[in-house]
């Protein structure tokens, strides 16, 4: 689902998007807690950058891709079409709850007819409108899209202030052509930011628990954010630090993703977003 997004912020961005540096919004930035976790992370106590550490007890992320937060630029992955980006993970330490404030939209639908979902995913984003304006609507009945394996989707999407430079939602329901399973996910994205501050990431940081019950360092964010804008700087093109964990749920399988998404504009401004992804396929 992660391509939806990054193909909307592509055309958008090249459309519209004009020079705009300093933005340094902060939205409200009270948490909230996250217990019954499926996820466990780990401490980051141990990074070098600066920033506030979390101080949690040290465990082992067993889901995560790993114990490192260093990228090697030899590893790189550049996707095989236009519209990928560069990418290399990068272990957030994140914690993810089984509840959380968006966690509605993943209740599981009736998939007998996927082309009749559209006004189940309209109402559920709906919910979400208080935080989230004006809403761009959009429904997929697609009979194949091979490069996502997806047979049948309906999905809705919200953009703050009809604007990628606001926050984004995203829920919806899939059918696998590989798997023959059928799936749900609910996917935000922060808006996007012209400068590495504090105030920013404690911005993302915030909405990212509030929203999706993902609960990750502000130092660790941190660092994530400064190597993704460094990179993009480096390349003026796109560039993504991904993390991903795979858990089970009450009745489902649920996968958890989280990026920090860097991107250069036309006119060579540097930007950022961080994004998440919850999917479920339930029993």
């Not at 959380?100 to 082309?115: A, N, P, Q």
């Not at 004006?134 to 697609?142: I, K, L, N, P, Q």
């Not at 590495?196 to 915030?206: D, F, G, Q, R, Y």
């Amino acid at each position: 689902m992660k391509k939806l997004l990054t193909l909307l912020l592509i055309l958008m961005l090249t459309l519209s998007m004009t020079a705009c540096g300093g933005n340094d919004d902060t939205p409200d930035t009270d948490g909230t807690g996250t217990e019954n976790n499926v996820v466990e992370g780990s401490e980051d106590g141990e990074d070098g950058e600066d920033g506030e550490g979390s101080g949690e007890e040290d465990q082992s992320n067993e889901g995560g891709i790993g114990t490192g937060a260093v990228v090697n630029p030899d590893e790189l992955i550049m996707g095989e079409d236009d519209y990928s980006d560069m990418e290399a993970e990068y272990d957030f330490k994140f914690d993810a709850a089984e509840s959380f404030g968006l966690d509605s939209m993943l209740s599981k639908v009736d998939y007998s007819d996927i082309s009749a979902l559209a006004p189940v995913m309209e109402e559920r984003l709906t919910a979400a409108d208080a935080v989230y304006g004006s809403r761009f609507m959009g429904f997929g009945d697609y009979e194949e899209v091979p490069e996502d394996d997806i047979d049948k989707l309906a999905y809705a999407i919200a953009m703050e202030n009809d604007d990628t430079e606001g926050r984004y939602l995203e829920t919806g329901a899939y059918h696998s052509q590989s798997t023959g399973k059928h799936y749900q996910y609910v996917m935000t994205a922060s808006q996007n930011f012209y400068e590495v501050s504090s105030a920013n990431t404690k911005s993302v940081v915030s909405d990212l628990e509030k929203a999706m019950g993902i609960k990750v360092s502000e130092k660790r964010m941190h660092s994530a954010i400064q190597q993704a804008f460094e990179q993009a700087t480096e390349t003026q093109d796109y560039f993504s630090l991904k993390d991903s964990t795979s858990a089970k749920g009450n009745g489902y399988t649920e996968t958890i993703k989280v990026s920090v998404d860097a991107f250069a504009t036309e006119e060579n401004v540097i930007g950022f977003y961080v994004s998440c992804e919850r999917e479920r396929c339930y029993e």
